[in-house]
C-alpha cells in the first residue's frame, strides 16, 4: 500500500475504542492541540456509543464537534440490521440523546444536516458550547 501525503500526520492507535488503555492512548495524543474534533463510528449500540462519548467528549474543544455517526439507525425499519447488535431503541442516537441529558456544554447543531440534506448522521453533529 503506498502511503498518502498526509500518512506522517496520521498515528494509529488500535484497539477497543472504549477499553482504558485506548482512551489513555487517544488523550494523550490530544494533549497539546487547540482545536480537537471527534468522530465516533465504531459499534453503534447505545451501550457502546455512549461509553465512547463519555471516554471522548471532553477532548472537543469549545466551538468543535464531536460527530456520532449512523444515528440514522433510530429512524429506520426494526429488521433493517438483522445480523447487528443495534436497532431502533439500541442506536447512536438513543446514547446521544443520553448523553446531552448529562451534557449541557454539548448541543445538537443541525445546521450541518440541514446543509448536506442527506446524512447518515441527523442529531450526530455535536456542538461544544
Excluded at 471516554?55 to 449512523?70: E, I, K, Q, R, T
Aim: hydrophobic residues 40%; contains cysteine; glycine residues 4%.
Amino acid at each position: 500500500m503506498r502511503p498518502t501525503p498526509s500518512a506522517p500526520l496520521i498515528q494509529m492507535i488500535q484497539g477497543s475504542s472504549i477499553s482504558p488503555d485506548t482512551v489513555a492512548q487517544v488523550h494523550a495524543a490530544a494533549q497539546g492541540y487547540e482545536r480537537v474534533l471527534v468522530c465516533l463510528d465504531s459499534m453503534h449500540t447505545h451501550d457502546h456509543v455512549l461509553a465512547e462519548l463519555e471516554a471522548y467528549g471532553a477532548l472537543v474543544s469549545p466551538g468543535s464537534y464531536c460527530v456520532v455517526f449512523d444515528t440514522f439507525v433510530e429512524d429506520m425499519p426494526s429488521d433493517l440490521f438483522p445480523d447487528r447488535p443495534w436497532d431502533p431503541g439500541n442506536s447512536p442516537k438513543t446514547a446521544v440523546r443520553a448523553f446531552l441529558r448529562d451534557h449541557p456544554e454539548f448541543e445538537i447543531d443541525p445546521s450541518i444536516p440541514d446543509k448536506l440534506l442527506v446524512s447518515v448522521a441527523p442529531d450526530g453533529y455535536l456542538r461544544r458550547r
